[in-house]
């Protein structure tokens, strides 16, 4: 395995702060799609870089020791302010947010890792986006590459779509949500949807349905899992929690680097269903409580390195 390969898993893409509001008053929260989901990767015991843009200014310190306290290692390039997210909860727990960001990303000094995982607003807004693909392009020759394209319609441009599919055609594992399914597909199934992406050089394709439960798509089969069922708090972070366990799940299979992409291209049904369920509990216990708070690996009732 290449020195890269045995170098964990790196996320790409913005950290930020929500800015909650209600009857209460004001309420910030430490956040961002791909902060989340190495946030969550850190929690269950990996070496994890993340790769973001923030300023050096007290929330930007402050997104610093939150991912440093859960083990996740920043390489951010500095920008002037830190960027937010006003967000609304609705009754069943959903979020919607109103953004104030620029995504720039300097990743020419940024070493890549057995897996790369990337999505939401890096994949989509310039000129960060530009340098995200650069990166993949060049990552793929030594990581698994996933990419969760966590679709952000109030940042897209008229050249947001092409952008997106672009570094989705560079993905070995693509997990989206069905919200963004129908904005990438509309009118596709999931399965006509993955049997695209499938036969665009992915390998693995994952569609999240919240209460409706996940599916699956390889070139082996395709399996369908359950939602966990729990009493909802809020979704933050559920789908950046799934991403984090899915990865994680890819790991403990023995599918994390290049030269295991033939592997995973061979991946069984059994192996599948192993994902989701991981993943799946993994998203669970998220939504049962507030705000972007994953589980530890202990929390998910897996052993450090367990295949199963």
Known sequence: MTEAAEDGILVIGEALVDIFSGPAGTEEAFGGG????????????HRVRLATAVGDDERGRGLREWLAASGVA???????????????????????????????????????????????????????????????RSARATAIVSVDPNIRASLCDEGSRARIERILALAD????????LAWLAPGSSPRNAAARWLSDGAELVVVTRGARGSLAF????????????????????????????????LVAEGLAGADRRDALRAIDTEALARLLSRASRAAAITVSRRGANPPTRAELGVEAGSER
């Open 34 to 45: 791909p902060a989340n989901t190495a946030l969550a990767l850190g929690r269950l015991g």
């Open 74 to 136: 920043v390489e951010a390039t500095p920008i002037a302010r830190t960027a937010t997210a006003r967000a609304t909860l609705a009754a069943d727990g959903s979020a919607s947010y109103v953004f104030d960001l620029a995504w720039e990303a300097s990743l020419a000094s940024v070493r890549p890792a057995a897996v790369v995982h990337t999505g939401s607003i890096a994949a989509a807004l310039e000129p960060g986006a530009a340098a995200v693909e650069g990166f993949l």
């Open 173 to 180: 594992v693509i997990k989206l949500s069905d919200e963004d």
């Open 218 to 249: 390889a070139h082996g089969g395709s399996v369908a899992c359950d939602a966990v069922r729990v009493d909802v708090v809020d979704t933050v972070a559920a789908g950046d929690t799934f991403t984090a366990a899915l990865l994680d799940g």
